[in-house]
Every structure is written in structure tokens, then in C-alpha cells.
């Protein structure tokens, strides 16, 4: 039981730290002409996020590893509350910028986090399925930053800088449960709530993960994979299809259901290639559905078809899904001294992918 509570409420600090990083996309519309902004450098703080995010993920495995997951995700939740606070509050290119930068490194112990205390105190022999169902929860974060959160806020006649103030607050709460919950040790074993041992100096574990070309291959896939879902789920996505003809709230919602269609993926092929024993047949899958999914986004005549754009960014997050089955494969691959890192590595491929597209991209002109 305690297990599953502190499993819960690193999930929900992944739910949290996924709102986060999604919400700038469904409010953008508020958020350009507010802070006087051109595609560019709305662009370029959307990138913000995900630089820092991608830089921090190997070492979070390393420091998760020197102080446990409690001091971490109390901290790196804090952190959290204290960059949305400042980006509610920002009045400037700049500091919107430092405040989305600094959200990056705070949201980016929070998966990392969660994976390593699935591993430890939820059943190894199905680590893909909770792997998923650790990306379905967090997935709500998202799938609330769409339609919900333009509901709220049309309802309570809130801007977006009043919502996200008191959106900070919900942090708060989130760190005083992780304070009064969360142990780094499990009742039963003498062992750190971690899974990285280092038999062998930790620059030797790192060469030996780099040389590993399954690792490479692995995180290649799950930044290509999911690289779409950063674009338009998390940045460009309503404002691309206000541009098609949509209102806000129905674009905004049509982002949710992307979020929808990648929540209930990540647990389902995760538990179909725990089953089936075997991780490739679903890799290629996903792939190839998230090739047809863009494509007709992309290309084909859609204006203003809701139920065609419906259809086309569920299956979009449905393919999406297909990293988390990534980190199953990745887990596989590694040995249990670079197992946290080579996550890392693996989250951090996916999210560097996306800061370089999201900076150089000019989906708003």
C-alpha cells in the first residue's frame, strides 16, 4: 500500500510537470500579444522547456541515485511552483523565457522518478505495462491543458496569469504529501529506493552505455516517434488549427483528444509487448501509424473537417505511445549500472529533438 502511494504521487508530479509543460500551447493565443511576442520567440520559449528538460535527464538518474527520490521530487516540484509563479508573472520575452527555462529543469526529475520507483517496489516482470499506465496518468496533465483548462477559464472570466498563479499553489500541496509520504527506502529491504549500482567507476558505466548500439537506435526511435506530440500537442497544435478555420475551445479540445489517443496507447501497447515478449513488431507499428497520421495532417484538404482532424490527432498521440514502449526496450537493453542513465538518455533524445524543431520551426507565419 505504501508502494502504490508514493508510486501515486510521483505520478501525479509527472501529471503536474506535463500540464506544465503543454499549457503555453492551448493559451498561446493570449500569451503572443500579451507579452509581445512574434512566432519566432514564442517558438523560442517553447523550445526553453525542453532544452533544459533534455539537458538535465542523465544527470537526473545520477542524482536520484545520491540523495533518493524524496529530497528530489520535493525539490524539484518547489522548483516547479516557483517558475510558474514567475512565468504567471512575466512581462517580458525574457523573462518568460528564464521562467520556462528553469520550469524545464524542475519538471525534468519527474519521470525519471517515477520509472525508478516503478522499478523498485511495482512488479519487474510487468515494467512495460506500468511504465504505460505511469504515462497514462501523466498524460491527464495534458489532456487537462487542452479544452479544460480554455473551459475554466472562459467560466471563471480568469486570464491565463490568474490561472496559472493559482495553479502554482496545487504544488505546494503536491510537496507536502511527497514530505509526509514518500520514503526512499522500502519497509522491507536495507536497499535505497534507486536502481542504479555502480559495481564499476561511474565513467566506465557511462562509456560502456555509450557503445551500446541498441541504446542509440532506441532513443533515435522514441525522439522521432514523439517528436510530432511536442510540436502540435504541446506548442502549435491549436494555434494551427485556429489557422484551419477552428475556434479556440474547439481546437484546444481536438489537442486533448491528441492526449487522449497517446494516454490510452502507452499502457495498452505497453501491456500487448509485455505479453507478446516482444518490443519490435509494436516499435514499427507506431511508426508507421504516426507516418499516416501527419502526412494527412500535413497534406491533405481538411478546412474546417472537426470530425476528420478528430480522428487524425488521436491516432497522431496514439502513435506517439509508441515512445513509451521505448523505455521498456531501452531498460532491456541496458544492465542495471546504466539502466537509470540509459532512461535519461533516452528522454533526453526525445526532448532535445523536439527544443531543436520547436526553435527552428515557424509553424505560426
Known amino acids: 500500500a505504501l508502494g502504490l502511494v508514493i508510486w501515486g504521487l510521483a505520478a501525479l508530479f509527472f501529471l503536474y510537470e506535463f500540464f506544465l509543460r503543454t499549457f503555453i500551447g492551448s493559451v498561446a493565443h493570449q500569451v503572443i500579444p500579451d507579452l509581445h511576442l512574434n512566432a519566432k520567440t514564442f517558438a523560442m520559449i517553447g523550445s526553453a522547456y525542453y532544452i533544459a528538460y533534455g539537458l538535465m535527464q542523465v544527470p537526473v538518474g545520477i542524482l536520484a541515485d545520491k540523495f533518493g527520490v524524496k529530497i528530489i521530487m520535493i525539490f524539484a516540484t518547489l522548483i516547479c511552483v516557483i517558475s510558474t509563479y514567475m512565468f504567471a508573472h512575466a512581462d517580458s520575452f525574457m523573462s518568460a523565457f528564464l521562467s520556462r527555462l528553469l ?19 511495482l512488479p519487474k516482470n510487468f515494467f512495460g505495462f506500468f511504465a504505460g499506465i505511469s ?12 479544452g479544460p483548462l480554455i473551459l475554466l477559464m472562459a467560466k471563471t472570466h480568469q486570464d491565463w496569469r490568474t490561472t496559472l498563479t493559482q495553479i502554482a499553489s496545487i504544488g505546494i500541496v503536491l510537496a507536502f504529501l511527497m514530505f509526509i509520504f514518500v520514503k526512499n527506502k522500502p519497509r522491507d529491504a536495507e ?13 566506465t558505466s557511462l562509456l560502456k552505455l555509450v557503445k551500446n548500439r541498441a541504446v542509440w537506435a532506441v532513443a533515435f526511435y522514441s525522439a522521432t516517434t514523439y517528436v510530432s506530440m511536442a510540436l502540435l500537442g504541446a506548442i502549435w497544435g491549436t494555434e494551427y488549427l485556429q489557422a484551419q478555420g477552428l475556434s479556440q475551445g474547439v481546437a484546444a479540445s481536438i489537442i486533448s483528444i491528441a492526449w487522449l489517443g497517446y494516454a490510452i496507447g502507452c499502457p495498452l501497447l505497453g501491456a500487448l509487448s509485455d505479453i507478446a515478449k ?59 549500472s546504466t539502466r537509470a542513465t540509459s532512461m535519461g538518455l533516452n528522454n533526453a533524445a526525445i526532448t532535445l529533438f523536439a527544443a531543436c524543431l520547436l526553435y527552428t520551426s515557424d509553424a505560426a507565419d
Open 278 to 336: 516482444r518490443r519490435k513488431p509494436t516499435l514499427i507499428f507506431c511508426s508507421i501509424l504516426g507516418l499516416f497520421a501527419t502526412s494527412f495532417i500535413t497534406f491533405a484538404s481538411l478546412h474546417d473537417a472537426h470530425f476528420a482532424y478528430v480522428i487524425l490527432f488521436f491516432l497522431l498521440g496514439f502513435a506517439a505511445s509508441g515512445q513509451n514502449v521505448g523505455f521498456a526496450t531501452i531498460a532491456e537493453h541496458s544492465d542495471l
Open 191 to 203: 536497499k535505497p529506493l534507486v536502481i542504479l549500482y555502480f559495481d564499476a567507476p561511474l565513467k
Open 103 to 121: 520550469m524545464g529543469f524542475g519538471s525534468a526529475f519527474a519521470f525519471i522518478c517515477l520509472l525508478i520507483i516503478a522499478a523498485t517496489w
Open 135 to 146: 504515462q497514462f496518468i501523466g498524460t491527464m496533465g495534458p489532456l487537462l491543458a487542452g
